[in-house]
């Protein structure tokens, strides 16, 4: 009997110790990695140096933004093909992704040094800051290079089945940059230039022993057709990655923003532009710290919450989310005592300054982060949609606070209130993001378990025990929703005699990975647009959509390869592409007959109908998309496709009846 996998069964506090602390440990070093410089260039330089990293830092993310595509991209590649049993395929976008890492941040470093100057006004430089800002800027974006490299292969080095190498790597590097930080600023006298170099050096390092492991990486075997750019790949490369690009991109967005309305406030006030430009900065960064905490305890999470929710276990599901977000709480609360009792001996850390600029400094951590304590509530309930495949409450938790809210309430509050309005801004933004976190997680976990999976009501068919045809032959049914495929499908394998598979995969799948019937049923083929907002939050190679597609794709090509058998819909045209003994059918009909077909089986209204519809036609397109590159519905995917009106779903599967005893009849003779 298999054993049933430990997320359903080991104690809850000990698996969110085992999955969290080394999140933690990654999420902390990424954040730290920025923290350093500043604290060094506070120390040895003053506030004017840290207002120029500061100025900085937006390019310094876009620059993360493409590292975090590529690597999280090529990683989910990988290991969507490995699932797929494609090694060679696995192989390319390994190679694709490392060449990826090199073309575009070179690519980048070039605009970025032949534009600097330009650039840095975009950020909300001021003159006092622009000769630091280039004196450090010109240095770092010579070293994008380094950096991609260093996090894109980090990435695959974790899909490799290697955490502890790519967490190690990192470490190396931040240790090394804590080392040479105060060795060319204080030794050397190289001041924010000095800051520069041993960033750099450190990103150079990482990157170094990224590229040692990839020579000898386990999953896959790598030769020099792997690294032949493809633009199939690279395209499904930067499919799969984008979110992690939006996410990074967004804080881009945000921080030019803020820059710039710092500095337009900041020369009506007493503060001036340097000041606010500088404190915020680290405020913002110090945020980060909390933040990363938090995500690691809640990313540590996700696989428990995701399984149990599946495996239909929902007390481990409440009693995993309860223990993340009293755990979460706790962290933001002593971050909150932290930083409203003792912000002068935060700011201090990273250099001193006058007495406005340590005025400031107080007002900006104890007005700006005012509600940090609820972090602990917002951050989880988005990974806690994320696990259980809500895509759509999660995208909305996700895009909230930091898109929806934060740069409208800069804007707003900044031109109404001047410098005063943009520290408020920060509340006021977490308080709407986090009332509304709230309420969907309250809702969602009173409803727990109440949702069942949506089934179209059609006639089952008895399959006849002898079958008609002695040749192995597959036929799969791709089909609008409406059009009746499925019958279709149902009817020709019985007047073939041979399997027909459609819920029977779910029964397998679920058997396999010890998820719940319902649960799959409710996930599956259901990927759409909003999950790619929706996993902007989520450190993962692969969603729990992604997962479903690779046991689906393991079960459908082993159901193909033992019998003959009808197969409904699950991209498995494109599954099992390798095949020849394969028709592939798409079913189609007008908007008008899906309309009566939906109303006759469901029992719904017209209207709801209509909405059903062009939903999951929309969501079957996307899905198919997003794992096959493909269109769906497009004529030259398939073998036959058929109009479900013209003849009915009867006569239908008789014409493709007689098709598929033509097909096998052609092939007995070719092979004469």
């Known amino acids: 009997m298999k054993e049933e996998n430990i997320l359903g069964t080991e104690k809850i506090g000990k698996l969110i110790r085992k999955f969290s602390i080394p999140c933690i440990i990654s999420m902390l070093v990424n954040s730290l990695y920025n923290i350093v410089d500043q604290i060094f260039v506070g120390q040895g330089v003053g506030y004017l140096g840290n207002g120029a990293t500061n100025i900085i830092f937006p390019l310094v993310m876009v620059c993360l933004a493409i590292s975090l595509m590529i690597g999280d991209g090529a990683s989910a590649f990988l290991s969507l093909k490995l699932g797929e049993k494609k090694e060679k395929e696995a192989a390319k976008g390994v190679g694709n992704g490392v060449i990826l890492?090199?073309?575009?941040?070179?690519?980048?470093?070039?605009?970025?040094?032949?534009?600097?100057p330009k650039l840095i006004y975009l950020f909300g430089c001021t003159k006092e800051l622009e000769p630091y800002a280039l004196e450090y800027g010109y240095v770092i974006v010579l070293g994008f290079v380094f950096s991609t490299v260093g996090i894109a292969l980090n990435s695959l080095i974790r899909a490799d089945g290697n955490p502890k190498y790519s967490m190690t790597t990192m470490i190396v590097g931040a240790v090394v940059n804590t080392l040479l930080d105060p060795l060319f600023i204080f030794v050397f006298g190289m001041g924010v230039k000095g800051a520069a170099i041993a960033t750099v050096i450190s990103q150079a390092l990482t990157a170094l022993l990224n590229v040692l492991y990839i020579?000898?990486?386990?999953?896959?075997?790598?030769?020099?057709?792997?690294?032949?750019?493809?633009?199939?790949?690279?395209?499904?490369?930067?499919?799969?990655?984008?979110?992690?690009?939006?996410?990074?991109?967004?804080?881009?967005?945000?921080?030019?923003?803020?820059?710039?309305?710092?500095?337009?406030?900041?020369?009506?006030?007493?503060?001036?532009?340097?000041?606010?430009?500088?404190?915020?900065?680290?405020?913002?960064?110090?945020?980060?710290?909390?933040?990363?905490?938090?995500?690691?305890i809640a990313i540590g999470a996700q696989p428990i919450l995701g399984y149990n929710?599946?495996?239909?276990?929902?007390?481990?599901?409440?009693?995993?989310?309860?223990?993340?977000?009293?755990?979460?709480?706790i962290v933001g609360v002593i971050a909150f005592i932290l930083f409203q009792s003792i912000p002068e001996k935060l700011i201090s850390v990273f250099g001193q300054g006058n007495e406005l600029y340590n005025?400031?400094?107080?007002?900006?951590?104890?007005?700006?982060?005012?509600?940090?304590?609820?972090?602990?509530?917002?951050?989880?309930?988005?990974?806690?949609?994320?696990?259980?495949?809500?895509?759509?409450?999660?995208?909305?938790?996700?895009?909230?606070?930091?898109?929806?809210?934060?740069?409208?309430?800069?804007?707003?509050?900044?031109?109404?209130?001047?410098?005063?309005?943009?520290l408020y801004a920060g509340p006021l933004a977490d308080g709407i993001a986090i009332v509304i976190s709230t309420l969907l997680l309250i809702f969602e976990v009173k409803n727990l378990g109440k949702s069942?999976?949506?089934?179209?009501?059609?006639?089952?068919?008895e399959v006849n025990?002898?079958?008609?045809?002695?040749?192995?032959?597959?036929?799969?049914?791709?089909?609008e929703y409406g059009s009746g495929g499925r019958y279709i499908g149902k009817l020709l394998a019985n007047k073939l005699g041979i399997k027909v598979y459609d819920r029977e995969i779910?029964?397998?799948?679920?058997?396999?990975?010890?998820?719940?019937?319902?649960?799959?049923?409710?996930?599956?083929?259901?990927?759409?647009?909003?999950?790619t907002i929706n996993e902007v939050f989520v450190a993962e190679e692969l969603g729990n959509e992604d997962e479903l597609f690779v046991a689906e794709s393991n079960v459908i090509k082993q159901l193909a390869k033992e019998n003959s058998c009808v197969i409904i819909g699950r991209c498995a045209d494109y599954i099992l592409k390798e095949?020849?003994?394969?028709?592939?059918?798409?079913?189609?009909?007008?908007?008008?007959?899906?309309?009566?077909?939906?109303?006759?089986?469901?029992?719904?209204?017209?209207?709801?109908?209509?909405?059903?519809?062009?939903?999951?036609?929309?969501?079957?397109?996307v899905h198919y998309k997003h794992y096959t590159g493909n269109e769906w519905g497009k004529l030259e995917n398939y073998d036959v496709c058929i109009n479900s009106d013209f003849m009915g779903v009867e006569s239908a599967a008789n014409v493709l009846y007689t098709i598929i005893k033509e097909k096998i009849k052609k092939t007995n003779v070719e092979n004469v």
């Open 359 to 422: 005025e400031f400094a107080c007002m900006a951590f104890r007005i700006y982060l005012m509600l940090c304590a609820f972090y602990g509530i917002q951050i989880p309930a988005g990974i806690f949609f994320q696990s259980i495949g809500k895509s759509f409450k999660s995208a909305i938790i996700s895009l909230s606070r930091q898109v929806l809210f934060l740069i409208p309430a800069i804007l707003i509050l900044g031109f109404t209130f001047g410098i005063d309005g943009i």
């Open 579 to 621: 095949q020849k003994d394969i028709v592939n059918v798409f079913v189609y009909n007008s908007f008008e007959e899906k309309v009566k077909r939906v109303v006759d089986i469901y029992k719904i209204k017209e209207n709801d109908a209509r909405k059903e519809i062009k939903r999951i036609n929309k969501q079957r397109a």
């Open 506 to 531: 779910v029964d397998k799948v679920a058997k396999e990975t010890g998820l719940s019937k319902e649960y799959i049923e409710n996930y599956e083929q259901k990927r759409t647009n909003t999950d």
């Open 101 to 116: 890492s090199i073309i575009f941040p070179l690519i980048l470093s070039a605009i970025c040094i032949i534009f600097l």
């Open 452 to 461: 069942k999976a949506v089934d179209e009501k059609l006639v089952e068919n």
């Open 215 to 296: 020579r000898k990486i386990k999953s896959i075997s790598l030769n020099k057709e792997s690294f032949k750019l493809q633009g199939k790949i690279v395209s499904k490369i930067c499919l799969l990655g984008v979110s992690s690009f939006i996410n990074e991109i967004s804080i881009v967005a945000v921080m030019a923003c803020e820059n710039n309305m710092l500095k337009y406030c900041g020369e009506n006030s007493r503060f001036g532009p340097e000041i606010p430009i500088t404190v915020l900065g680290i405020v913002m960064k110090m945020s980060q710290i909390l933040m990363s905490i938090i995500l690691g």
């Open 309 to 329: 929710y599946g495996a239909r276990k929902l007390d481990r599901v409440k009693k995993t989310l309860k223990t993340v977000l009293i755990v979460s709480s």
């Open 465 to 479: 025990s002898i079958s008609e045809i002695k040749e192995h032959i597959v036929i799969t049914i791709s089909r």
